[in-house]
């Protein structure tokens, strides 16, 4: 067995055993979390041609690719977290990650709103036994100190995906089409599935945490309430809920916005935003993490300035790239509010799995997901929708310029709560 010290959590000399099985599942929890980002990517990279078929306002594709999906994601994501601080994690995630794909692929025959709509509830629905039950696993293989960086690791999956997504779904759009592509990504994840629960073995809960008691699994309102006596967590729950706003808004509908407003060709969509938003992304993630994890150890409070630094950084440089006159420039410019914009992911999830009890993790990491995806997810698109079809008698095409500008305010109020959020780090994390 591994020996562990008490104050850090630190694995001394871990076997190689345990390297070789904490490596594998790590590497399989990305790609499934891969397969679940693609999934929800795919439906924002080919909305002109859904669009073009099923005659959709922005107004409705806002509430696809937001409320409809994040709706379902939050009201399974609190009790399928119960489970899985209860049984079996690695098996819940498998069988999640059939359900979810079983109705990405049912997209592809879906006829009307409704029924891609029901098809997109199917989808949140299964997708809320993916991310909380792998960051509970995560958190058993490494100690804390490495959480930061391993769950970075692990939430690339999001840029991946993006790229993944936007990648393929520029490529089927001009080849294959839009259903055949819900169809082939659909597939993918049934069969990947399986491979999972063979290969990845469910951890000892709480064998990272030193001398902290492997307690029992709380119920659901006692682990609510450990987020109202922390302030950190309650702040943090604020931040993260607004920067979540912010980064969905955006990644949800600047595709849209380069290829309408900007007039990017669908073709350039696979060869030059693929890249670009997986790269950003990606380096806002694993950066996110990796500075996190670096300035933690002189100072807790580095889970809140960092991402609270970067939320600053989005206000400018987006306000520049939406009023670039071409989209090569626009693209351009996008760079860095497409990075700073998911640096809050890794430290917030990680400052969650290090501030609960480790059979009480999943649910903790819902409930955070609650914010990510209801204030988020749910509510970011919608917003964006919303306000670009309130503006079109007006603006015609450029009115997803300025609702995408309609973001900024939110972004700054970010950067305010996760600033305040830093005043109370110490001493949480001394309790």
Partial sequence: MTQITGLGGEAADPDRALVVRRTV????????????????????????PIRAELDFSDTQFGLLTGLAFAIFYAIMGVPVAMIADRWNRVKLIGIACVIWSGFTAACGLANSFWQLALMRFGVGAGEAGGTAPSLSVIADYYPPSRRPLAIGIFTL???????????????????????NAFILIGAVGIVIAPILIWLVREPARGQMDGNRPVDVALPFRQTLAIFWQRPSLRLLMVGSGLSAFVSYGMLNWIPAFLIRTQGMPLSALATWFAPAAGITFGIGI????????????ASPRAYGSMPALAAIVIVPTLAAALLADSWELSLALMLVPMAACTVYVAPALALVQNLTPPRSRATAAAVLMLMFNIIGLGLGPLFVGVISDGLKPMHGDASLRWALMALIPFAAAAGVAQFLMTRHLDKDFAE
Wanted: no cysteine; aromatic share 14%.
């Fill in 286 to 297: 694993l950066g996110g993490g990796w500075l996190v994890s670096r300035r933690a150890q």
């Fill in 157 to 179: 999956n999001g840029p991946f995906g993006v790229f993944v997504g936007a990648a393929f779904g520029g490529w089927a759009a001009s080849t294959i089409g839009w259903r």
């Fill in 25 to 48: 599942a790590l590497a399989l929890l990305f790609v499934v979390g891969t397969i679940n980002f693609v999934d929800r990517q795919l439906l924002s990279v080919l909305v002109e």
